[in-house]
């Protein structure tokens, strides 16, 4: 009895830092958002109250119907090729051996590389006469529009965003499997299993809780992609790349219209809230059962 | 081991697919760097030039001269450090608490606390400018560091770590007397070296390459971040690829000899760790 | 509903704050060309006066689209601060520039350029000092012209067909804006207008974007993209950024006047030409002029100091001469020009001095407006969209807007 009280009190000790530093400077902001979501405010003269005129505006709002397409295209795309990319980099280098060492800081090096630079350089490498364009004509393909077009633009973007994040997700997966214990693997070489059957029977199952940070941490980014459209195609060609997150952007600090802005930033974090609270139901918070 | 031949296949496997993804991986890079040494005239050339005839290291004095580099890297290094430390104890202890204390409403707090990762930055950014002038922390090391601590972010990872380290390590000092404050800081937190040495990495760099943030709240040439500075040569006329470029890889060095220097630590097996304490 | 605006109303009191006390503050972006100058000028007046200046520099792609907003919506901007066009009317509609009537004499009104003077006056009232005027031509590369044997094109099929023949796997004929944002409707203006066409009328009730002339413009955008490929639809194809001509990306290039001096500092032995924007028999030249305008916050407690540092740093001191020089642009003073003889004698500048003569003022239409005109191109240039039926959907939104618009123009 004694211990439990002691135990919820230190509990508290642990979390208040954090929780009222949330509280108070993202949950606040938050709700100050939402209510600025109410009116229609261009950041300048009086708020007027609205109510929820502009979450009804924004269904009927054509542009925001085909980003709303857009970002769950991103989310479909982004989460497994980033699960599988960045779980295959974590088992390629973690074995110790010749020059893994080097690979490991270059594949963890796009992380650290300021945006400007990335942006500069995919530009470069995706435009119609670029060099991406040179290397697929010697091998016979005719040349692409990529970032010029509506139909490629999206991947351009999407491949950039895997770029700059599979090391980043590499490093939890290493620290993941450096979690499971040797011995696993060793009685697992005396039964004669093979590289896949050690990988589907041990590392797999017990990499349940960092697998389970990479998918919730991935899904939440990929539904808030904003700074790699933001440099690389400003949502274009003719929005084929802006997202809901982007076009709030866009409405705030181009158009200034901050109420509307607000509206669909909020209707982001009631999808991503509903989303992950019913993924922790499926996943049981990636508890290793 | 045996060197079986289905081994080498493996390991031949292996190195392609390692060699493939890392040509990928680097050339970007690559290019950012060989940018940097380009003269006025290569920059935009097509078709492009892959080694520059005449590298122009000038690119790089010129850089440290026009404009205050070294007290961006060391006004950065000093806001990137004390977010990191701050972060990963508090981070550590409401991952811990979350992940192996028992307490009422702590599914709830899990929940509440990854439900800040889901707001979108863009929309809290104007209120929160007015918080922190309200709190009269406009242009203070305050106002770049406290607001980026209470990151769900390593909450959620070492709430992922905790809960897969074995229970019988804690068990074991409590029954020796230990309270949970004392298990936590003499057990718990040493066996979380790799995980805080990750945890470091992606905090270090964040911060690093911060800008929007710092942007908005500062306004004094004393407060200046690196990623600040370095915008301001994009200018209203042209923007200077071949300094921008000298001055972001300047800046990654810095990242990256963090990442080297933690690498052992993230690569120690936390288990090994564990039965060494 | 009552209860959700009583909260809402407590809520905005949080955001209701004054300035900040301290030094008077001036904000604008970072430019090498000219903050060391300006600098220079603060300082001196900071060392004959008690209350001293603080020049705050903000980079450039941020500082419009989100420092000030931030600043502004949170009630506490600068005291003074430099703004461009485009945002000049929600600032002066929200009440938040300072009048100069009574500062300014009729005279110094008279010194400047009419395009000068369009662009601070608003409701008969004069709302700050504009800086420096920036006229858009073509730029093109006469040495390339010479080899391949070709006259500077003065039509629109002139200009098409030099593209065309320059154009190579790894040249473009020439770079127009194809990024979307604001700067990309700043540079469809003057061909806009070259052809007679006008994106609403002029008082403002009603759009003309989907006339036949506005939309022959708009086809312009069309062909050189789509029909001809002259031009490249993506980045890093920036139009503002001469380099690229000066490297060799392209043959010809939408620039401003800007572009001159960056020219002859940084490739002093490239050589270059400039041709007006013609209409599409080329009977007619038009530019747009773009520039910024130091105005002073109607709230500051400084406010009468910073009007009158702005009035003795634009007509007491020379620099307004020694800025405009450095960057290579058109000072907005008359009497300033006229002694400006470094802009003058240099030939690239003494021909967009010519070209200011017929150029008209950057527009200050409400982003909803420039909204729909980045739609159009977007619609034009990538999405497929014939012309008219771009500039007939623009049309019908600007005209729901402007029925509901009841600001300043």
């Keep these: 009895m004694k211990y439990k009280c002691r135990e919820s009190l230190t509990a508290w000790f642990f979390i208040l830092p954090d929780f009222v530093g949330q509280i108070v400077f993202i949950m606040l902001p938050a709700v100050l958002g939402f209510i600025i979501s109410l009116s229609i405010w261009d950041g300048l003269g009086k708020p007027t109250f609205v109510g929820f005129e502009n979450y009804f505006k924004m269904f009927s709002d054509p542009i925001f119907m085909k980003s709303l397409v857009i970002t769950v295209k991103y989310v479909i795309w982004f989460v497994p090729l980033n699960f599988i990319f960045s779980l295959l980099m974590a088992l390629l280098i973690r074995e110790k051996s010749k020059g893994v060492t080097i690979f490991r800081t270059i594949y963890f090096a796009p992380t650290a590389i300021s945006l400007i630079s990335v942006g500069f350089v995919w530009s470069y490498m995706f435009q119609s006469n670029g060099f991406i364009n040179s290397l697929l004509s010697n091998i016979g393909i005719e040349k692409q529009e990529f970032l010029g077009s509506t139909d490629q633009a999206f991947y351009i973007v999407l491949a950039m965003s895997l770029y700059m994040s599979v090391g980043y997700f590499m490093i939890i997966f290493l620290g993941g499997l450096n979690d499971i214990s040797r011995e696993y693997y060793d009685a697992a070489e005396v039964d004669g299993a093979n590289i896949l059957q050690k990988f589907w029977y041990i590392s797999f199952p017990l990499l349940k809780p960092t697998s389970f940070f990479v998918l919730v941490m991935s899904f939440i980014r990929a539904f808030q992609f904003f700074d790699q459209i933001y440099i690389l195609t400003s949502g274009g060609p003719f929005y084929s790349t802006t997202n809901i997150v982007f076009y709030a952007f866009q409405n705030a600090f181009q158009y200034y219209h901050f109420g509307y802005a607000a509206a669909m930033d909020f209707f982001v974090f009631l999808v991503l809230l509903i989303l992950s609270l019913i993924s922790f139901k499926i996943m049981k918070g990636g508890e290793i059962k | ?277 | 509903m009552k209860k959700a605006g009583i909260i809402f109303l407590v809520a905005m009191l949080l955001f209701t704050g004054t300035v900040l006390a301290g030094k008077i503050t001036l904000w604008k972006y970072a430019s090498v060309v000219n903050d060391a100058i300006l600098q220079g000028y603060v300082d001196q007046w900071n060392s004959e006066n008690e209350n001293e200046i603080e020049l705050v520099l903000i980079p450039f792609a941020q500082y419009t689209s989100t420092k000030l907003p931030a600043a502004f919506s949170s009630g506490m901007g600068p005291d003074m601060f430099w703004i461009s066009p485009g945002d000049f009317l929600r600032y002066a509609n929200a009440g938040i520039f300072a009048e100069f009537d009574n500062y300014i004499s009729q005279e110094q009104i008279d010194d400047m350029f009419d395009a000068a003077k369009e662009k601070v006056t608003a409701g008969g009232h004069i709302y700050g000092i504009p800086i420096g005027l920036e006229p858009l031509a073509i730029f093109y590369n006469k040495t390339l012209f010479n080899e391949y044997g070709l006259e500077a094109p003065k039509t629109w099929e002139e200009i098409f067909d030099a593209a065309e023949a320059l154009k190579t796997g790894e040249r473009w004929g020439i770079i127009l804006d194809p990024v979307p944002g604001s700067y990309q409707a700043f540079t469809f203006y003057p061909w806009l207008w070259a052809e007679d066409g006008k994106v609403i009328n002029d008082s403002w009730t009603e759009s003309e974007i989907n006339s036949a002339n506005s939309i022959e413009a708009i086809d312009f955008f069309n062909k050189a993209f789509n029909e001809y490929e002259v031009s490249p639809k993506t980045l890093p194809a920036v139009s503002s950024n001469i380099a690229m001509l000066a490297d060799g990306f392209a043959a010809m290039q939408e620039c401003g006047i800007w572009g001159v001096k960056v020219l002859q500092n940084s490739y002093p032995d490239f050589e270059f030409g400039i041709i007006p924007i013609p209409s599409k028999d080329g009977s007619k030249l038009m530019s747009v002029a773009g520039g910024w305008i130091q105005v002073v916050n109607d709230g500051s407690k400084y406010r009468e100091e910073a009007i009158n540092f702005t009035m003795w740093l634009f007509y007491e001191t020379d620099f307004l001469k020694v800025t405009s020089v450095s960057a290579g642009v058109i000072p907005t003073l008359k009497s300033v020009l006229a002694e400006a003889t470094e802009i003058l004698e240099n030939p690239g500048l003494a021909k967009f001095a010519e070209i200011m003569e017929f150029a008209k003022p950057e527009p200050r239409f409400p982003p909803e407006i420039v909204k729909t005109l980045q739609d159009i191109l977007q619609a034009v240039i990538f999405g497929g969209i014939s012309p008219e039926e771009a500039a007939n959907n623009a049309a019908k939104e600007i005209d729901s807007f402007l029925s509901g618009y009841k600001g300043l123009h």
Excluded at chain 2, 9 to 29: D, E, N
Excluded at chain 2, 80 to 108: D, P, Q
Excluded at chain 2, 194 to 221: C, D, G, K, Y
Aim: hydrophobic share 55%.
């Design chain 2, 1 to 277: 081991m045996i060197k079986s031949k289905g081994n080498r296949i493996y390991q031949v496997v292996r190195y392609t697919i390692m060699i493939v993804l890392g040509i990928i991986m680097v050339f970007p890079l690559y290019w950012i760097c060989i940018t940097s040494l380009k003269s006025s005239g290569e920059i935009f050339s097509n078709p492009p030039v892959f080694l520059p005839s005449n590298p122009e290291w000038g690119n790089f004095i010129e850089v440290f001269k026009q404009l205050p580099f070294l007290k961006w890297i060391i006004n950065t290094f000093f806001v990137s450090i004390v977010i990191t430390v701050i972060a990963l104890l508090t981070h550590s202890m409401s991952g811990y608490a979350l992940a192996r204390l028992n307490f009422k409403g702590r599914n709830k707090i899990f929940i509440f606390m990854i439900s800040t990762l889901m707001i979108p930055f863009a929309s809290i950014m104007v209120p929160l400018f007015i918080i922190i002038r309200q709190l009269g922390w406009y242009d203070s090391y305050l106002a770049l560091i406290v607001p980026a601590i209470p990151n769900a972010f390593g909450i959620f990872l070492m709430r992922q770590f905790y809960l897969g380290i074995p229970k019988e390590l804690e068990e074991a000092s409590r029954l020796d007397g230990c309270s949970i404050v004392g298990t936590f800081f003499k057990i718990i937190l040493p066996i979380s070296k790799p995980m805080l040495a990750a945890l470091a990495v992606f905090f270090f760099i964040a911060n690093w390459n911060s800008f929007l943030w710092p942007m908005i709240v500062t306004s004094s040439e004393s407060m200046k971040l690196i990623q600040v500075g370095i915008a301001s040569y994009a200018g209203d006329y042209y923007n200077p690829w071949a300094y921008i470029m000298a001055a972001n890889t300047v800046a990654l060095i810095p990242t990256l000899f963090i990442f080297i220097f933690l690498q052992k630590q993230l690569m120690t097996s936390i288990t090994m760790s564990g039965i060494k304490s």
